[in-house]
């Protein structure tokens, strides 16, 4: 699954596509980002759309943590899951920015980073997510951060052809449109469900190493 992704671009462009008040501060050009850490997300909230900076992970079932600090679910496919469902109206759908996403392919002797990206110029494009309000303790055990937090995740689907070669059990759900955007954060579940899917084939590429 997607545990690391890229987001190379700019603050204006973000806001051209989304038409959300941007609250990131000065975001740096080029990001990657990892589970646990900070990254721009494109929410709805308190009933406008925004751009601010939210924690990779969603809140574990409970039979997860066990008591411990929590490090978040980062990918979601099963959104039939009562754990889940709660976060699917529309008040709780957000917008990921990204511009690669990466996969590990299983070579020998150690597994090998392979990067995705829309095409070769590496334009943006946006994960479907959800985020929500937690208070609870993040991290590890060494290290938990008490408190209050806001989270995201984004949705995954089965691979297209493009990705099933380097992980063939899922790929992030993927945004390109206007249009698609508009439905995920803003059309009744019984219609954006529908946006979890692969993206098609001549929509992707694997760059090379």
Known sequence: MCN???VTTTQEAMRAFTKAIDRLGNLEPSLDIYPDKVAPVIRNHAGEREMSMLTWGMPSPSFVTNGKP???VTNIRNITSGHWRRWLKPESRCLVPWTTFCEWEDTKPRKTKRWFAIDESKPLAFFAGIWTEWN???GSLKSPRPGRHELFGF???PPNEVVAPIHPKAMPVILRTEEEIELWMSAPWDQ???LQ???KDDELILLPL
Do not use: Q
Request: aromatic share 6%; charged share 35%; glycine share 12%.
């Open 4 to 6: 690391l992704y890229n």
């Open 70 to 72: 929590d490090t978040g």
């Open 136 to 138: 609870g303790e993040r």
């Open 155 to 157: 949705l995954t689907c």
């Open 192 to 194: 954006a469900k529908d």
């Open 197 to 199: 899917r692969p993206l």
